[in-house]
Nanobody
Framework: QLQLTESGGGLVQAGGSLRLSCAAS????????MAWFRQAPGKEREYVAS????????????YYADSVKGRFIISRDNTRNMVWLHMSSLKPEDTAIYYC?????????????????WGQGTQVTVST
């Protein structure tokens, strides 16, 4: 079982950058696929990016939603039980609560129902 805690959200101007952090506590962190999702007001929670767990042919492979590809980078450090989301060229439509999630699957899938553990979220607001 994992407990996830996000940090790093805030207010940023369009075109700016922000780095979100997710600290995980629990066992076998490296074997979990990790992901970031986001939820804007009045919208459903959506997939942002994911990174596969250690082991297997997909070890550390990253995946992105088309809307953030080329602007966001997901990374993890299994020795520190940490995941980050580096966000650049931010747009007002990136405004949302960002959630860190962990899946017992090894591969970083984009399906929300495949994620077993969730953080409480951190607010990101991008102003024009």
């Amino acid at each position: 079982q994992l407990q996830l805690t996000e940090s790093g959200g805030g207010l940023v101007q369009a075109g700016g950058s922000l780095r979100l952090s997710c600290a995980a506590s629990g066992r076998s962190f490296s074997s979990y696929a990790m992901a970031w999702f986001r939820q804007a007001p009045g919208k459903e929670r959506e997939y942002v990016a994911s990174v596969s767990g250690a082991g297997g042919v997909t070890d550390g492979t990253t995946y992105y939603a088309d809307s953030v590809k080329g602007r966001f980078i997901i990374s993890r450090d299994n020795t520190r039980n940490m995941v980050w989301l580096h966000m650049s060229s931010l747009k007002p439509e990136d405004t949302a609560i960002y959630y860190c999630a962990a899946s017992e699957l090894l591969v970083g899938v984009s399906v929300i129902d495949e994620y077993d553990y969730w953080g409480q979220g951190t607010q990101v607001t991008v102003s024009t």
